[in-house]
Nanobody
Framework: QVQLVESGGGLVQAGGSLRLSCAAS????????VGWFRQAPGKDREFVAG????????NYADSVKGRFAISRDNAKNTVSLQMNSLKPEDTAVYYC??????????????????WGQGTQVTVSS
């Protein structure tokens, strides 16, 4: 079992930055792929970024490439999402999720077994 807790959300002006963190419990977290997803009101949950268990492989949605960066510190059981050049369309609840079975982070929500409660990110224009 893994429990995930996101933090770092908030209100920021367009062009600003935020850093989200996902803290995990569980000794085997370092063997899990982790993804960040987001869901805006009235929209489906969408993939944002993912990272392999070792941290050596990352993938991003086209909408955030070049602006967001995902990283992890397995010694501290944390995964971070650095978000720069934020846009109003980045406004959403952001969730981290953990997948115990894959070595590359999936871009679909289905493979992820564990989810955090989410953290709100609001970007004002």
């Amino acid at each position: 079992q893994v429990q995930l807790v996101e933090s770092g959300g908030g209100l920021v002006q367009a062009g600003g930055s935020l850093r989200l963190s996902c803290a995990a419990s569980g000794r085997t977290f370092s063997s899990y792929a982790v993804g960040w997803f987001r869901q805006a009101p009235g929209k489906d949950r969408e993939f944002v970024a993912g990272i392999s268990p070792s941290g050596g492989n990352t993938n991003y949605a086209d909408s955030v490439k070049g602006r967001f960066a995902i990283s992890r510190d397995n010694a501290k059981n944390t995964v971070s999402l650095q978000m720069n050049s934020l846009k109003p369309e980045d406004t959403a609840v952001y969730y981290c999720a953990a997948d115990p079975t894959r070595t590359v982070a999936a871009t679909r929500a289905g493979p992820y077994d564990y989810w955090g409660q989410g953290t709100q990110v609001t970007v004002s224009s």
